[in-house]
DNA sequence: CGTTTTTGACCGGCGC
DNA sequence: GCGCCGGTCAAAAACG
């Protein structure tokens, strides 16, 4: 009883810091896109050879800024439209059919998990359409499509990784062209993020954009060809024993480059936990799923002493990095614009969101 | 009986 | 041009 009211103070406490977390991300968030959009005149002036449809769209906000979600007035209009950000960023830059940087290969967003199951349950409906044994992994590679739309464009592939076969690889490509499932949403926003990232840097042809993420190549090639075609970003879910406090790792640059596209690695290991959510059916990020979405009732009892611990980290993160600010944004957005918040659970929607306004966040 | 999975065949891109 | 390889197709099998 004593412990369950020390819990109650222990959440409200974690809401208010969370709240002013959250307010904290908008000022961020208003003031990177000021930036942006200074950059973006400073290079209109200066006729930089930066690809000149971005920001023609009228609104001076950078596609890639746009955490993936690919349809405005859908999004506006209480559903959810979201998936890897590849075709929809690449469709906003080339509306007049013209070929960027990504030469008509769709970003790729590849997930590394712990994973005892055969796949990782992101929310979505798949089906498995082919499997083969790539060259040099002896696991086989699982091939699936988006089922909750015949039209659906989606695919991922999975397969585990061959020096840890506790660990999954699913790599999804395409965007979704549907509203997704609630449970859908977080993973599709997090990966539609993720894409958008790797987008907006793989979209400047010089390396000072302040999203530029570019030439993080991985520090594990899953196989060469996939990454070889496409622009590919990593999230790195797996714990690492040897990585340093911080649970948000952009990878130091590794003897493996990637010969045609950059790839960006970006690892939400925690050092507390060692196992990655093993379903994604709650469809939040870890982070926020541990951190930010989990009622107490849901918690894990060994979570909670660190969770102090983990907020700090996490406002350390969110304050410092911008590329995980967009993330974060982006997955809150969808929700927001879905009009989801309410249902996941807890204080979050009355407290903690109530500064949150998806005009401004999306 | 409808849906999903399995699995060999096929196709296209790429390197030599 | 040829062979290799990854990705997809589609018929058959399995499943619920």
């Given at each position: 009883m004593e412990d369950l009211r020390c819990k109650v103070v222990g959440m409200r406490e974690e809401n208010m810091r969370l709240k002013t977390l959250l307010q904290k991300i908008e000022v961020d968030y208003k003031d990177l896109q000021r930036k942006v959009s200074d950059f973006q005149q400073n290079f209109k002036k200066n006729g930089s050879d930066l690809d000149p449809k971005i920001g023609d769209d009228g609104d001076q906000e950078l596609v890639s800024l746009r955490l993936g979600t690919s349809d405005h007035s859908t999004e506006r209009n209480g559903l959810v439209k979201v998936g890897l950000a590849g075709e929809a960023a690449a469709a906003a830059r080339n509306g007049d059919g013209e070929i960027s940087q990504t030469s008509g290969k769709r970003a790729r967003v590849c997930v590394r998990a712990r994973c005892d199951t055969p796949t990782m349950n992101?929310?979505?409906?798949?089906?498995?359409?082919?499997?083969?044994?790539?060259?040099?992994?002896?696991?086989?590679?699982?091939?699936?499509?988006?089922?909750?739309?015949?039209?659906?464009?989606?695919?991922?592939?999975?397969?585990?990784?061959?020096?840890?076969?506790?660990?999954?690889?699913?790599?999804?490509?395409?965007?979704?062209?549907?509203?997704?499932?609630?449970?859908?949403?977080?993973?599709?926003?997090?990966?539609?993020?993720?894409?958008?990232?790797?987008?907006?840097?793989?979209?400047?042809?010089?390396?000072?954009?302040?999203?530029?993420?570019?030439?993080?190549?991985?520090?594990?090639?899953?196989?060469?060809?996939?990454?070889?075609t496409s622009p590919t970003i990593t999230l790195d879910l797996i714990t690492n024993p040897s990585s340093s406090n911080t649970p948000f790792n952009l990878y130091p640059s590794a003897s493996?480059?990637?010969?045609?596209?950059?790839?960006?690695?970006?690892?939400?290991?925690?050092?507390?936990?060692?196992?990655?959510?093993?379903?994604?059916?709650?469809?939040?990020?870890?982070?926020?799923?541990?951190?930010?979405?989990?009622?107490?009732?849901?918690?894990?009892?060994?979570?909670?002493?660190?969770?102090?611990?983990?907020?700090?980290?996490?406002?350390?993160?969110?304050?410092?990095?911008?590329?995980?600010?967009?993330?974060?944004?982006g997955v809150i957005s969808t929700m927001v614009a879905n009009g989801s918040v309410g249902k996941m659970g807890g204080e979050i929607k009355g407290e903690n969101l109530a500064a949150a306004d998806s005009s401004t966040l999306s």
């Open positions: 992101d929310g979505c409906q798949w089906r498995k359409y082919g499997q083969k044994i790539a060259k040099g992994n002896p696991c086989p590679r699982a091939y699936y499509r988006c089922t909750i739309s015949p039209t659906c464009p989606v695919r991922k592939q999975v397969q585990r990784f061959m020096e840890d076969t506790s660990i999954l690889i699913t790599t999804y490509e395409g965007t979704h062209n549907h509203p997704l499932p609630l449970s859908a949403t977080a993973m599709a926003s997090t990966t539609s993020a993720a894409a958008s990232m790797l987008l907006s840097g793989a979209s400047a042809s010089q390396p000072s954009a302040s999203l530029n993420l570019y030439g993080q190549p991985q520090p594990y090639l899953i196989s060469n060809s996939s990454s070889n493996l480059a990637n010969p045609r596209f950059p790839t960006t690695n970006l690892s939400f290991s925690t050092v507390d936990s060692n196992t990655l959510p093993a379903s994604w059916g709650g469809g939040y990020h870890p982070l926020l799923q541990q951190k930010m979405f989990e009622p107490p009732y849901f918690g894990n009892p060994n979570q909670v002493p660190s969770q102090q611990a983990l907020t700090e980290t996490l406002t350390k993160v969110i304050s410092s990095d911008p590329s995980f600010r967009s993330t974060i944004a």
